[in-house]
């Protein structure tokens, strides 16, 4: 609950920077109008897009349970196990290890492995893996992170429209136009402070999937295995793609590594797993495996 109360304000926070863009370059009620209805519009067409635009950002090739049986059997048994309805899957055509999901709710949601983490990670690692991702979905995790993305890309957008502005129109001194001051703030802390935030709610939901696919397995030590492995890999083997889409993959070990975990869309490895093997202690001996 902790989590999701401090996701929701971090996603109100957002919008508030979206709307207050609108009011500093526009100017009195008609900024804040517009902001409200940019921040309607980017979270509407992220409802319905965000999925399309994640798998298509990855290459992803959909597969079907003639094309891929055991891996179909395993996501069939997570979701029984999970009582959710089975996704769509896909894999993505690179060696480099990694996995996510995306799409709007339950119904309509996908999960995508790349061909890299089928050959890396053991049967139980990839369990851990694949119920990490549905454990987003059921979350809606998929959903908020795809509209804090494109929120803040919104954000950049506006931003670069306004340094554009400052260098190639000319100064006005009229009291009723845009405030300069606000100008200023927009150009050089909007996106950053979008980033961060965006960043901070990813960091907020991982955790959470961690703890779901522990309870869905009822094998956390896997999973932690999993993301060590992951994360060795990965440093060797990035998955390249779209930065706005890497709060989607369940590890991203190079991002933030050099400003510290402020620019990191995921939390560190090292406390994930430290997590994982508290939550192993906490499960009944017959549910380990």
């Not at 902790?2 to 609108?22: C, F, H, P, V, Y």
């Not at 932690?224 to 890497?246: C, G, I, S, V, Y």
Request: charged share 15%; with cysteine; aromatic share 6%.
């Amino acid at each position: 609950m902790r989590n999701q109360l401090k996701t929701a304000a971090l996603l109100a926070l957002l919008s508030g920077i979206l709307i207050s863009i609108s009011y500093w370059v526009i100017g009195g009620s008609t900024g804040v109008i517009v902001g409200i209805v940019l921040a309607a519009v980017t979270n509407l067409f992220s409802w319905y897009q965000s999925d399309k635009i994640a798998l298509a950002a990855y290459r992803a090739q959909p597969v079907s349970p003639q094309q891929a049986p055991e891996l179909y059997q395993m996501l069939e048994r997570l979701c029984q196990r999970a009582n959710l309805p089975v996704p769509r899957l896909y894999i993505v055509p690179t060696q480099a290890p990694n996995a996510f999901a995306t799409g709007r709710d339950p119904e309509h949601a996908a999960v995508a492995v790349t061909e890299g983490i089928l050959n890396l990670l053991p049967q139980d690692e990839l369990e851990g893996v694949i119920a990490h991702e549905l454990t987003h979905v059921a979350n809606r995790d998929t959903l908020t992170q795809a509209v804090a993305a494109t929120i803040a890309g919104a954000i950049s957008f506006l931003a670069q429209i306004v340094s554009y502005s400052l260098w190639y129109t000319p100064s006005s001194r009229d009291r009723n136009g845009p405030n300069p001051l606000g100008l200023l703030l927009t150009v050089i802390l909007a996106p950053i402070a979008a980033t961060i935030i965006q960043l901070a709610i990813s960091r907020t939901r991982e955790f959470s999937a961690d703890a779901g696919a522990a309870k869905i397995t009822g094998n956390p030590r896997a999973l932690a295995r999993a993301l060590q492995r992951l994360e060795l890999t990965a440093r060797q083997m990035p998955l390249q793609a779209n930065p706005a889409f890497e709060p989607l993959l369940i590890t991203n070990p190079l991002s933030g590594q050099f400003l510290g975990n402020l620019f990191s869309s995921h939390p560190p490895t090292e406390a994930r797993v430290e997590a994982l093997l508290r939550l192993e202690q906490q499960l009944p001996t017959m549910e380990r495996v």
